[in-house]
């Protein structure tokens, strides 16, 4: 168990040292450079240093024989705890069973994300960029440990050995647990670059016990969420929101809220009115009191119908707007006479509806801030909230919290509900405590979706049906404010069906306009691999290939054989090609993203129209496995997470309103839906990459091709069930 | 207006409007925060609570209508069952982020005290109206499976 309770908490923060801030992102290719010198200087000042453990700012090791791992990546539901926590351990011969995780304070300069340069968890990110950095943390403090037991006993260092949390020397028959070295150990300088272990040295890592260290907190209502922060003297506030993007406050009437029981103040800030009390429930009634009129003059008042019609004719490049160019090559534009396969697909905003509904706990005391709850881009959220106090960031003090879901939704790069329980903090003032509290409407409709997107594909196959030349078109809102909207086709010129066609031509158009985008688990890749996926079944049934071979001859052509393996294993454990009962069908598909390799084989049949997913078979290649159990969870949730969007999600608007603001309306797959997910991963001594977003995007095309298979219908548009029906 | 109210075997007297849901008396003025605020509306299960044994929804139920009914919260579930439902869970290591846990949890203890041995259609009814976002119903699944097996044979 992860019990810290009753443990004091060591400081690790001092009141000098630099902040630095390198860059924005939160997926693949969606870095913008922001590493101007100047930049970096002003984000620097006032910030503040960790006051280094001995071991350094990740290890911490306590005279009670614990080891205490620092994570500087935010744990929400992916298992990042225990994955960093295993490398540190690995490396530093620790009894696993006394190893716990906490997670470090904002300080960019120490605790950042080392592939996006500021303190952020995304992109699934958290093993790959820590591999290196936390086995060589765990391995120095294991050197700081041998020489300190090498000094006391007068023995050769390289004599001694390390095993559970205990150093011993078998030549004299002495042993030390890791409690007895410690004040030896602090006086040794860590060593810059430790031995570290072969892959073929590891006893825990890519081992089964590697186990969560939080199941039991977890499971027995322990764990502290933002939901459950209780301090002195807390307020609790609830924010009257604009019924639609872009609206705001013309007036407001607060005297009836203000009469509710509870509430101690109601006034405006800019997302809308805040009413603020001293529970919940009082919070909730004054806003319900509350008299607003919104001014809507420059308000989104289109539905979704109108949006995606709008989309289309974007799409055929009869409009204004201007499309971006993301790839191209050879002569697309002389290369599509003739018989052309041409398709489209519709998809849709998606909501994150990560169980906790956002929420934030601020405390404002004049140019000081703490902000207590679950960030996810710390520095980000620091700057953000520098700029609505009139701060510096590094006077933005963060203590992170486990977050209860997320899916990206705590990595909005405005940090919109962050900042609101700023603006809120600051105007009650005097380091009073504030929860902001979002209901679960004020969730679903507070924007932040992943993007509603039309994409127009055409390929020309050559004689044997393979692609030839491939134009993709997309419409998509840009997740980035500056920079290429490469998202909306997110790896797509590095997928081997388009890499192969001699001519290539991939265009963007990214309307602008005030509903809220952002990044949803696996990003683009949702898109991408959902069009691509889908267009290759329909390519290969042209051809009148099996799926699955057609798949393997391009992979061969393309030397693509991480693709190649993830499909064999997917298909040998499948049962690929193997009869099934009358009804039910395969569908295959392969999809890259953040460095890991996904193949997926779902049975499906159509029950009244609608599919049913019984089994889902996938093989996965993420490098090194670093916590087997774990790559398999998120394979299964990752799965539940794609399924479910797939099956129902979509978020509509009605006149610029949204409809869909609770679980009836925008409803999640349940426990009688959730198909058996098998996870077989590939064996590799490759670095270790992403499985926190990977898992999601592979099974909404593995489920149109089986309908595919079944019907001869392609799919063009999602969720393959109407939301609104279902409700 | 005052209510009195039982809570896990304590008799607390709580200040609160009668249509206070039971979720905020229990989260907000008893401070028992493992019982969560999910939707507001019944729809997703983080918040149930036993109510004199049965599963409820706390968020749906008025402080007014909970009445002098034993509430059970994750805080204090105990029982043979309640055992092997938390011993299943950890060592499956059914959480991702946990948020919805508790109310898994508490519908779980509820499924195997109600039916010592659930089929697959037991579980789907018991536990559908549990929401888990990160999908780890699988898992839910066999930690159920798991400790009734526990529980029969005695060695829960």
């Not at chain 1, 707007?321 to 002569?331: A, N, V, Y």
């Not at chain 1, 960031?393 to 705590?410: D, H, K, N, Q, Y």
Request: aromatic share 6%.
């Amino acid at each position: 168990m992860d019990d810290i309770a009753g443990k004091p908490r060591r400081s690790l923060i001092t009141r000098r040292g630099l902040l630095v801030a390198g860059g924005i992102g939160g997926g693949t290719a969606l870095v913008v450079g922001v590493a101007a010198a100047n930049l970096t200087n002003i984000i620097s000042i006032g910030a503040e240093k960790p006051d280094l453990s001995a071991f350094g700012p990740f290890v911490r090791i306590t005279p009670d024989g614990w080891v205490t791992v620092v994570n500087k990546h935010q744990e929400m539901g992916q298992g990042a705890h225990v994955a960093l926590a295993a490398m540190v351990a690995e490396e530093l011969d620790a009894d696993w069973d006394k190893v716990r995780v906490e997670a470090a304070p904002a300080n960019t300069a120490v605790y950042k994300n080392l592939s996006m340069g500021m303190q952020a968890t995304g992109g699934s990110t958290a093993t790959a960029n820590a591999w290196d950095q936390f086995r060589r943390a765990g391995a120095a403090a294991r050197a700081m440990m041998v020489a300190a037991a090498a000094g006391t006993w007068q023995v050769a260092a390289s004599e001694i050995k390390v095993k559970n949390g205990v150093v011993s020397h078998p030549g004299s028959g002495r042993t030390a647990p890791f409690a007895q070295l410690l004040d030896a150990a602090a006086k040794i300088a860590p060593p810059q670059s430790p031995q570290l272990k072969s892959p073929d040295q590891f006893t825990l890592i890519g081992t089964d016990r590697v186990r969560r260290k939080d199941s039991l907190a977890k499971s027995t209502g322990q764990e502290r969420y933002t939901q459950d922060v209780l301090l002195p003297d807390m307020l609790t506030a609830m924010v009257a929101h604009p019924p639609q993007f872009g609206a705001r406050v013309e007036s407001f009437d607060g005297a009836a809220a203000r009469l509710v029981a509870g509430v101690v103040d109601v006034f405006e800030i800019p997302s809308g009115i805040a009413v603020v009390a001293s529970h919940t429930y009082a919070a909730k009634k004054g806003r319900d009191a509350l008299k607003v009129t919104w001014n809507t003059d420059k308000a989104e008042k289109r539905s979704t119908g109108e949006l995606l019609a709008w989309y289309r004719e974007i799409a055929t490049g009869k409009g204004k707007l201007k499309p971006e160019t993301i790839h191209k090559s050879g002569k697309p534009d002389k290369a599509f006479s003739g018989e052309v396969f041409e398709t489209s697909f519709d998809l849709p905003y998606l909501a994150h509806a990560a169980m906790e509904p956002m929420n934030c706990v601020a405390q404002v005391d004049g140019t000081r801030v703490k902000l207590t709850f679950a960030s996810q881009i710390q520095t980000v959220d620091q700057v953000n909230t520098a700029i609505a106090v009139g701060t510096l960031p590094g006077m933005v003090e963060i203590e992170t919290l486990s977050a209860g879901g997320s899916f990206g939704r705590r990595g909005s790069l405005t940090s919109d509900y962050t900042v609101e329980c700023v603006h809120i903090a600051k105007k009650i003032g005097g380091n009073r405590p504030v929860k902001l509290v979002w209901t679960r409407e004020d969730d679903m409709s507070a924007g932040c979706y992943r993007p509603l997107s039309h994409y127009q594909v055409s390929v020309k196959t050559d004689a044997d049906g393979y692609p030839q030349a491939w134009r993709h078109i997309g419409v998509a809102q840009a997740l980035m404010p500056v920079g290429k909207n490469t998202a909306a086709v997110e790896g797509l010129g590095k997928v081997p069906y388009v890499a192969m066609a001699t001519d290539v031509d991939i265009q963007v158009y990214s309307p602008r306009f005030p509903v809220p985008v952002s990044f949803w688990r696996s990003v683009g890749a949702t898109q991408t691999i959902m069009v691509t996926e889908h267009v290759i079944d329909q390519l290969a049934r042209r051809a009148g290939r099996d799926p699955a071979d057609y798949r393997r001859e391009i992979y061969r052509r393309m030397g693509d054989s991480r693709r190649l393996a993830v499909l064999d294993l997917a298909c040998q454990k499948a049962g690929w090609g193997k009869p099934l009962e009358a009804g039910w069908a395969r569908g295959l598909a392969v999809g890259e993203s953040f460095g890991t390799v996904v193949a997926q084989v779902a049975e499906v049949r159509l029950v009244d129209g609608r599919p049913v997913v019984r089994r889902v078979v996938g093989a996965v290649d993420c490098g090194l496995a670093v916590a087997p159990d774990q790559i398999a969870a998120q394979m299964e949730g990752g799965t539940a997470f794609g399924l479910s969007a797939a099956l129902y999600s979509q978020i509509l608007l009605r006149d610029g309103q949204v409809s869909n603001t609770n679980f009836d309306s925008y409803p999640i797959l349940r426990i009688n839906e959730m198909p058996i997910v098998e996870t077989h991963i590939l064996p590799s001594t490759n670095k270790p990459s992403g499985m926190g977003e990977p898992g999601t995007p592979v099974i909404a095309p593995a489920v149109a091709n089986a309908i595919l298979a079944l019907t001869g219908r392609a799919t063009r548009s999602l969720p393959f069930i109407d939301a609104e029906v279902v409700s | 207006m005052s209510f009195t109210l039982t809570v896990n075997g304590v008799v607390h007297t709580v200040e609160a409007d009668a249509d206070t849901p039971l979720l905020w008396v229990l989260r907000d003025s008893l401070h028992l925060t493992g019982t969560k605020f999910g939707c507001g509306v019944g729809q997703c299960g983080a918040c149930t609570v036993h109510i004199d044994g049965q599963p409820l929804r706390s968020c749906t139920l008025a402080v007014a209508d909970a009445g002098d009914r034993k509430i059970t919260t994750i805080e204090a579930v105990s029982g043979p069952e309640a055992r092997a439902i938390l011993a299943a869970w950890v060592a499956g290591d059914v959480p991702q982020c946990g948020y919805c846990q508790s109310g898994q949890i508490m519908s779980a203890v509820a499924l195997l005290q109600e039916i010592p041995r659930p089929s697959d259609n037991d579980i789907d009814l018991a536990m559908n109206g549990n929401i888990c976002r990160c999908g780890t119903y699988m898992r839910i699944r066999a930690a159920i499976k798991a400790a009734s097996q526990e529980v029969r044979a005695g060695r829960a």
